[in-house]
């Protein structure tokens, strides 16, 4: 296996960590609502899903979102609000996401699009060399419990 080969996998796994942090802190914001524990999950992992455009496996999540859907818009603009101080990992995610697609022919513009539109993209913000992001993927990792 050559280090191309090795790099997009490696990346993608540090986006994961960063939509793990997100995930932690949205379902922090979210438990002090009235929603009971489960649908605070499932919002929460509808959310993250949108903002990276991952689809869900199981219909259930799907069907949920889109019942929900309202939700999950509000939901998704309480990032940018709420949780101000991801925007820097989650910028870099993104764009590091976006040029992982491009590299498999994947293109997902339109993922960092809506998320300039929510106000969660930081666009004067350079994109990030691989190791800077893989540096922050393991501060973040490790302050979140994530990494060891």
Same mark, same amino acid.
């Given at each position: 296996?050559?280090?191309?080969? +090795?790099?997009?996998?490696?990346?993608?796994?540090?986006? &994961?960590?960063? $939509?793990? =942090?997100?995930? +932690?802190?949205? $379902?922090?914001?979210?438990?002090?609502?009235?929603?009971? %524990?489960?649908? =605070?999950?499932?919002?929460?992992?509808?959310?993250?899903?949108?903002?990276?455009?991952?689809?869900?496996?199981?219909?259930?999540?799907?069907?949920?979102?889109?019942?929900?859907?309202? #939700?999950?818009? $509000?939901? %998704? @603009?309480?990032?940018?609000? &709420?949780?101000?101080?991801? @925007?820097?990992?989650?910028? &870099?995610?993104?764009?590091?996401?976006?040029?992982?697609?491009?590299?498999?022919?994947?293109? %997902?513009? #339109?993922?960092?699009?809506?998320?300039? $539109?929510?106000?969660?993209? /930081?666009?004067?913000?350079?994109?990030?060399?691989?190791?800077?992001?893989?540096? /922050? =993927?393991?501060?973040?990792?490790? #302050?979140?419990?994530?990494?060891?």
């Amino acid at each position: 296996m050559t280090f191309e080969t +090795q790099l997009v996998p490696t990346l993608r796994e540090g986006i &994961d960590v960063i $939509k793990m =942090v997100l995930f +932690q802190e949205l $379902k922090s914001l979210l438990i002090l609502t009235e929603r009971n %524990s489960a649908d =605070v999950n499932r919002l929460t992992g509808a959310v993250v899903n949108e903002l990276f455009s991952a689809t869900h496996s199981k219909e259930a999540a799907q069907i949920f979102s889109q019942v929900n859907r309202d #939700a999950v818009e $509000k939901t %998704s @603009r309480m990032i940018s609000k &709420d949780l101000n101080h991801l @925007r820097i990992p989650l910028t &870099d995610a993104l764009r590091i996401q976006f040029l992982c697609d491009s590299h498999e022919g994947i293109d %997902s513009a #339109a993922v960092l699009e809506r998320a300039k $539109k929510q106000k969660i993209l /930081i666009v004067e913000r350079e994109v990030p060399l691989p190791g800077a992001f893989m540096s /922050i =993927v393991r501060s973040f990792g490790r #302050a979140y419990g994530i990494l060891n």
